[in-house]
């Protein structure tokens, strides 16, 4: 199954309450965190939520 690599680049403080939990589901604490996630529809819309605070590559 393909999976991403989902890297936090923007810091948590600040944001929306919804936001920060988004993050916290996908493993995301810290800046510079990486979390491997698998590739579905359910892990689409959480990045598609904080799309502004991460960075997003395929897994090879």
Do not use: F
């Not at 995301?28 to 939520?49: E, H, M, W, Y």
Request: glycine share 4%; no cysteine.
């Amino acid at each position: 199954m393909p999976e991403l690599i989902i890297k936090l680049v923007k810091s948590l403080n600040g944001r929306l309450d919804n936001h920060i939990a988004t993050a916290n589901s996908l493993g995301l604490k810290k800046i510079n965190d990486v979390t491997v996630q698998p590739d579905n529809p359910q892990t689409r819309g959480k990045i598609a939520r904080i799309s502004y605070l991460i960075e997003v590559k395929e897994a090879q």
